[in-house]
Each structure stands twice: as C-alpha cells, then as structure tokens.
C-alpha cells in the first residue's frame, strides 16, 4: 500500500512537500517514483529513486525545481517542489516497482490514490 500526503492548493511559486509511506510487499519494492497526471493526458513520470543504490533521474520539466529523497526509515519518499508554476497542477502520484526504475508507468507494480496539486 502507498498513502501519498501534502497536496493541496498554492500559488505560483509555492514549495509544498509531497509524502509516500509505503507499507505491505511495497515496502520490499526496488524503486520508488513520482508521477503527475492531468485529465485528458498521459502519466508523466516526474522523478524516481532506486532505494538499494540511491541514484536519482528526474524528468527535464522538473529539474532544478523538485526533489526526491528517501527518509531513513527508508519507507518514506519525499518530493520537495520548489518555484511551482501552473503548469505543474496535477494529480501527483506515487509508485513503486520490484524489478525496473525508470520514469515510464509500465515499469511499476504498486500505485497510490494520487494527491492534488494545483497551482494558481
């Protein structure tokens, strides 16, 4: 299971903090992601980390504005978004995956309900 935390509503600019507990057979999982979605468009994978090696990719839209980290409890992932702007407004959700880490949705086995981000 994976309960995301810390959506809401903020203004252009804003640096909220999204939150991932996983729990169950996600915990045992290899990688953990970010992904964003908007009504009428495909997921977008925004930012995933490998939780055995540690290494980090984040798509080209994010970079230098967001950042994945993982607790040390090491069930928990954290995306800090920094200088929001409106197009970043999305359902955001969480995933993660027992063989693969990419940043494309096939790749992961276990998903959250998704929070809402919305920028204005």
């Known amino acids: 299971q994976l309960v995301e935390s810390g959506g809401g509503s903020v203004q252009a600019g804003g640096s909220p903090r999204l939150s991932c507990v996983a729990s169950?057979?996600?915990?045992?999982?290899?990688?953990m992601a970010w992904f964003r979605q908007v009504p009428g468009k495909e997921r977008e994978g925004v930012a995933r980390?490998?939780?055995?090696?540690?290494?980090?990719v984040y798509a080209d839209s994010v970079k230098g504005r967001f950042t994945i980290s993982q607790a040390s409890a090491k069930n928990t992932v954290t995306l800090q978004m920094n200088s929001l702007k409106p197009e970043d407004t999305a359902m955001y959700y969480c995933a993660a995956g027992i063989m693969w880490c990419g940043l494309a949705q096939s790749e992961y086995d276990y998903w959250g309900q998704g929070t809402q981000v919305t920028v204005s």
């Open positions: 169950g057979y996600t915990y045992s999982s290899n990688c």
């Open positions: 980390i490998d939780t055995v090696g540690g290494s980090i």
